[in-house]
């Protein structure tokens, strides 16, 4: 029989009632002969709470305690979704991630999934149940801890156990109904997108589309899983939502598929840094020892020995970024007149995966862009991606600009 | 070193402050030298939550996810009690039941503990962990399942801890200051006893004084585990609360030690039930099979071949026994003219170790009770308790005549 995995987020399962409704999608696909393997987050807002709560009692938390307290809100939804099941007369069962079990490696709070043997669920699947219920985020350490897998990681878990089970596709059921050419927020103009490429949806997840959490495209690309995203407001379709899938599964498309943005950068230039080869290590290495994410990296032509080194980052890092530059300084690794700090800027980027074999993309997008009289701070370019750092002030501007100017209202 | 287990109830972690509080107890306990185990409950009104919705989404519930569903609350506190050590500079980590792993019975939502092997935890301990933070109330079947141990299940979960570790002592610290002679809420006389025997806490256990769940105390009295109940809002002391203990190391006392009582009592009569050889396993079988808990029975003097039986249950099982009662007759196991209920009695017992050498006690209770013009339904005794069913609207009075006959004011 074949085997569907469908993950349903907080907002999807936010309370008994929803859960039902949840639960109702899940006996159709039943009824439609699939073995069914749902994953489940918390109720919405019940991590947030255990969060809060663990912040409050230990600023500098045992990142394994604060896996043992924040997976148990997945356990109850778990159970509750296994109990409505059982009430629709489908047969159904509840795993908690050390059950089935999950096998991750031990960094707490943002642990990889390592393994997902298939057997113990296989079994009950051979006796006649229906639908395994997995609580969602979790799994377990090889020191036989509780792991989570980072804000978002039910996604991750899905993903995974598609590919362990090898189903035939994995349906995100969340409160929009698909991906859009760009946050509908800000632009009226909006599409939904009915296809998009894996490694498109790996560019806009990093980008800020918070749709899907950005590893969980990653183990999609990279076990080939169809992977389905949809509103579970709207009624049961076939046609529904925006699949992630190959390339090639995609007839035709735009040359730009979306325009993402990300609100919270930060600029950071550091001036008349004494250049000489070995500078950039000098510099990124102490930033990603302080746990920095460096993104956009810009260094001016060398003058007289001297340049300017421009970085992004987010903006709640940057006094850990100032300091770290500050040590290195007073420790004699680098040495530079000045640090300037920019927090008012954020990031604008053009995706799509007919870059690669249409020229004029970048061209297009800075015409656009100082049509509006916006001012380019710092670009980086990917093979499918452009991205630009403005003024924050301008950023929805540049978003609707852009996405006119690339006509993505319309399909392609 | 020594080991001493401490328990913490609901409303002694109702909140961040209170597992601090709870906390620095521990960090005493530790200071004086001693591991620590402690037991936590969820959060005051989290198990309730969990059961309501529970509830509400499956009236007949699968028992195994029952467990999966209302155990996550433990596990919450259970983190952050350790996290809150941690903080304190204690060596502690948190364990969940099917990490140590508490192994019980099958018997889902009532699970009985079978074993709880201590080298996981004596391995830390030896490794220079103080303390070890469990969540109460929840195991793991053979089959790999949770389970929980019934409502009030976490002090037997420290009773338990406390037999297989051998500890010094079990604290038990709730939100009253100890066990009293009676309801403080029914007679302003009622008076904290510093020390009460195994069996005397058994009978007010079972009698309707909330304090601790019966089977711990079984299990306390059969491992010889020496107990102690007190209050987690009082400041910490050695006399404090009140010692469960054998019998031998309570140097005096008075004759009886409190008075219970038990609010929700049913009396029922069969009237003209045809006497026969095996008449009461005919009438008291279907009953355990229909799930009553039959408490007191009094058969009449037989007349020409037929008698009265009466019997007591909790008011909310009076349709369920009525139900069985009906059926047997249908069934022609049993014959009767008519089935009386009463749901307006209440149970009222005189407990004391002193009884058995102390002749008169039933009279002096007779007595007191005459003079407050009650009427006595059912009596029933055992060695070292006497129950009458009385009318539920004289309890109080009945327990405060009783409490001032017996001089409980006074201690012994």
Redesign the interface.
Known sequence: MSTLVMKFGGTSVAN?DR?KRAAKRVGLEVANGHNVIVIVSAMSGKTNE?VG??N???PL??A???D??V???E??T???M???L??MDVPA??W?G??VPVITTSSHANARIEDIPVENITAKFDEGMRVAVVAGFQGISSE???TTLGRGGSDTTAVAFAAAFDAVRCDIYTDVDGVYTTDPRISSKARKLDRIAFEEMLELASLGAKVLQTRSVELAMRYKVKLRVLSSFEEPSDVAGTLVCDEEEIMESNVVSGVAYSRDEAKMTLLQVADRPGIAAAIFGPLSDAGVNVDMIVQNISEEGRTDMTFSCPTDQVLRASKAMEDAKTSGEINFADLVADTEVAKVSVVGIGMRSHAGVAAQMFKALRDENINIKVITTSEIKISVLIDRKYMELAVQALHDSFGLEKAG
């Open positions: 008994l859960i255990l709560w663990v409050e009692t230990s938390f045992d394994r305690e604060y043992a307290v997976s148990s809100g356990n109850v778990a159970g509750l296994a109990m409505t059982q009430e069962r509840s908690q050390w059950q036989g801890r509780i």
